[in-house]
């Protein structure tokens, strides 16, 4: 079974530029989260998808933002990208409710902005 | 909101002996305690997880107890292999309000010296 797939692995863009990172969930998983980890803030929850609806937001600024289509696949969005964005953006699918379906991540995307 | 500590943030161990990792949360709500391993280049692996209902839980070398007096759960790895080099995080969440937000310790790097 093919695990979480995120593409691209890495990304540079430049300030001011907006950028989309997609993800594939397991197959049959219904529920897709997104971190950010960075070695300062470490692991910060973004948003978690539950069949196309947001399920979840945490505490991040509107310039990010996410969807999910009818297969479950989502993406995420950053628009007027900052220096501070640079992170590896880490996508999660699950079944669908902790603990009962933990969550499985992907090996992430690198996005540097400069 | 919850906040989780993680100590210590780096662990160098003999190979063959034990490692200990503990956190500490402080939103007494959080009933979900999942422990992640990340290797170099990938996203975070669970290797275990406990419910606030359960003391401690065991998977052959690994294992994790739940105080939730003190509000603190601690990951337990014996017989410590080179491969168990990773970087460890522990992780709380309310899943009955917060779906599938998890709130991450900032992590442990554990070398297993041969």
């Known amino acids: 079974k093919a695990g979480v797939t995120q593409t691209p692995r890495y990304l540079i863009k430049t300030r001011g530029q907006q950028v989309t990172l997609s993800c594939s969930p397991i197959?049959?998983?219904?529920?897709v989260s997104w971190y950010q980890q960075t070695p300062g803030q470490g692991l910060q929850f973004l948003f978690e998808y539950f069949s196309e609806t947001q399920r979840n937001k945490g505490n991040f600024p509107g310039r990010f933002s996410g969807r999910q289509f009818s297969n479950s696949r989502s993406e995420m969005n950053v628009s007027t990208l900052e220096l501070g964005d640079s992170a590896l953006y880490l996508c999660a699918s699950s079944l669908d409710r902790i603990p009962n379906s933990p969550l499985h991540f992907g090996n992430g995307t690198r996005l540097t902005v400069t | 909101g919850e906040n989780v500590e993680q100590h210590p943030s780096t662990l160098s161990v003999q190979e063959g002996d034990s490692a200990v990792i503990k956190c500490t949360y402080s939103?007494?709500?959080?009933?979900?305690f999942p422990w992640y391993k990340q290797e170099l280049g990938k996203g975070p692996q669970l290797i275990i997880d406990?419910?606030?209902?359960?003391g401690e839980k065991k998977d052959q070398r690994i294992a994790v107890t739940l105080n939730k007096t003190a509000k603190h759960f601690s990951l337990h790895i014996t017989e410590t292999q080179p491969e168990d080099s990773a970087v460890y995080f522990c992780?709380?969440?309310?899943?009955?309000?917060?779906?599938?937000?998890?709130?991450f310790g900032g992590g442990t790097r554990v070398l297993v010296k041969p």
């Open positions: 197959s049959g998983h219904r529920s």
């Open positions: 939103d007494s709500a959080s009933n979900y």
């Open positions: 406990i419910r606030s209902n359960v």
């Open positions: 992780a709380a969440s309310n899943y009955e309000a917060a779906g599938n937000k998890l709130t």
